[in-house]
């Protein structure tokens, strides 16, 4: 992998000489920097306030990013075995649309409920927000990659 000679690299894919095993690594590699950039952990306003569920939405979210990924990989390359970063980055995009609905479905009926829950159960109010937070993330992290896979294998032929 290039990790600082970016003409390098791109002289190397002139060349068809980067295969679909370290594409993958560099797919990888971006999820990761980009999953770090938005991370609970490194913003410098939540420091203060950063609690345990917090902290389980990083690295829960990071866990199903590479999981995800992994299986999303091996699905594609036990079909055709083409074109996986650009298979799931477009797939990928309509399926973000669908979480985000769900996400919004999902808050709607959790906050009205937890609102009409918490008048006649004192203790729901206790419940922290973060921990709302990550069962929320989690739940729409699972169903992107489950998406995405299922796609993938359609799109590779494996379905």
Do not use: K
Not at 1 to 17: G, I, K, V, Y
Not at 71 to 88: Q, S, V, W
Not at 108 to 136: K, Q, T, Y
């Amino acid at each position: 992998m290039n990790f600082l000679r970016d003409r390098e690299l791109a002289w190397r894919f002139r060349e068809n000489s980067v295969g679909s095993r370290e594409r993958f690594h560099y797919f990888l590699a971006i999820s990761f920097l980009t999953w770090l950039a938005s991370s609970n952990i490194l913003s410098s306003s939540v420091w203060i306030v950063l609690d345990w569920w917090l902290i389980a939405t990083d690295i829960a979210l990071l866990a199903i990013c590479i999981v995800g990924s992994i299986l999303c990989y091996r699905t594609n390359r036990n079909g055709d075995d083409r074109e996986f970063i650009a298979r799931a980055v477009c797939i990928g995009f309509p399926i973000c649309i669908q979480a985000a609905l769900l996400g919004i479905a999902i808050s709607l009926v959790w906050n009205s409920g937890m609102g009409l829950a918490s008048i006649h159960f004192e203790r729901l109010r206790e419940i922290p927000d973060s921990f709302s937070a990550f069962l929320f993330e989690v739940i729409l992290g699972v169903y992107f990659y489950w998406r995405l896979d299922t796609a993938l294998r359609i799109a590779a032929g494996g379905a």
